[in-house]
């Protein structure tokens, strides 16, 4: 079993920058692929960021590439996504995925096996 515990997400103005954080317990991370979801009020959970078990690969959704960044630190077992030029459509609640199969379908979060409770981020005009 995974545990894994978001922080970081807070209230900052378009165009501000954020740092979300993923704290796992129970395994270490090293060999898990891990991805960055987020929700808005009345919509469906969508992909936003994944990063593969070695951290060799990173994939980013189109409306985030080029803001955002994933990274993943072995030895803190923690995952993290930097967001910088932030705008108000990024508002949601942002969680945090493992698995430990799959080498696809990063985007997709039935594929994940663990979940955070989530992290609100909160950007105003």
């Known amino acids: 079993q995974v545990q894994l515990v978001e922080s970081g997400g807070g209230l900052v103005q378009a165009g501000g920058s954020l740092r979300v954080s993923c704290a796992a317990s129970?395994?270490?991370?090293?060999?898990?692929?891990m991805g960055w979801f987020r929700q808005a009020p009345g919509k469906e959970r969508e992909f936003v960021s994944a990063?593969?078990?070695?951290?060799?690969?990173?994939y980013y959704a189109d409306s985030v590439k080029g803001r955002f960044t994933i990274s993943k630190d072995n030895a803190k077992n923690t995952l993290y996504l930097q967001m910088n030029n932030l705008k108000p459509e990024d508002t949601a609640v942002y969680y945090c995925?493992?698995?430990?199969?799959?080498?696809?379908?990063?985007?997709?979060?039935?594929?994940?096996?663990?979940w955070g409770q989530g992290t609100q981020v909160t950007v105003s005009t």
């Open positions: 129970g395994r270490t991370i090293s060999r898990y692929a």
């Open positions: 995925g493992a698995r430990m199969w799959g080498s696809s379908q990063f985007s997709t979060p039935s594929t994940y096996d663990y």
């Open positions: 990063i593969t078990w070695s951290g060799d690969s990173t």
